[in-house]
């Protein structure tokens, strides 16, 4: 994969700049994310242990933990999802509904599946992440049925538990697990090369360990 695009200044939402930085106001201070386990039916739910905040692709001390687990109800389906891995490679992609960036990507992605395959054998998930209803496009889930977004989608709690949990500090953002639930790599920026990239990192997460 090739390194990500840099963190832009926070509320940058110009379309030349190469990522927008999530406000995140209080990073995760301990190791163990927060059970939601009082949270009302229906609602986003954490479990696990929390990765450090994301700061660089080199040397990613999350490489090799296992990732929190996400439970909640599908944005387009009302389904209910758990996004873990499940002896498979999993790829969670994190938006934001504001930002431009997001929104080139998801329109990119989509576009491009209209006539392409994501490799079979890896779960693609999304969660709705800093959903703020005095910006644009929303409610992300109109955002995304509206573009015809196929696959399965999570909204963070307010309390913003996900972002906590995975580290995020800017959108849009990625993490990859391979199929022993460990993280692989984690990434911050549009996907470099656009949907042929994500799809080559498919085809890695697939391959045999060296």
């Known amino acids: 994969m090739t390194t990500p695009t840099t963190t832009a200044p926070a509320g940058t939402e110009s379309a030349d700049a190469p990522v927008v930085t999530a406000p995140v ?4 201070t301990s190791a163990e994310a927060t059970s939601a386990s009082d949270a009302p039916p229906g609602q986003t739910e954490v479990f696990g242990t929390a990765l450090p905040q994301f700061e660089q692709l080199e040397d990613d001390p999350a490489v090799g933990r296992t990732p929190p687990v996400v439970v909640g109800p599908d944005l387009l389906t009302g389904e209910s999802v758990r996004i873990e ?3 498979r490679p999993m790829v969670v992609a994190f938006y934001a509904h504001w930002c431009p960036h997001c929104q080139a990507e998801v329109d990119d992605l989509t576009k491009w599946l209209e006539s392409n395959e994501l490799p079979a054998g890896v779960d693609f998930y999304a ?3 800093l959903e703020d209803p005095t910006r644009g496009n929303h409610p992300p889930e109109k ?3 509206d573009k015809g977004w196929q696959h ?18 800017s959108v849009p953002y990625l993490v990859a697990v391979d199929a022993n639930n460990e993280v692989v790599l984690r990434f911050a920026g549009n996907i470099p090369g656009g949907p042929p990239e994500l799809a080559a990192l498919f085809t ?5 360990p060296s």
Do not use: H, I, K, N
């Not at 106001?25 to 995760?28: E, L, S």
């Open 127 to 129: 969660v709705s992440v």
């Open 143 to 145: 955002w995304l049925r």
């Open 25 to 28: 106001d209080a990073p995760a």
């Open 152 to 169: 399965p989608v999570v909204a963070d709690t307010p309390a913003l538990s996900v972002v906590d949990a995975f580290g995020l500090q």
């Open 85 to 87: 891995s499940q002896g």
């Open 204 to 208: 890695f997460l697939l391959e045999p």
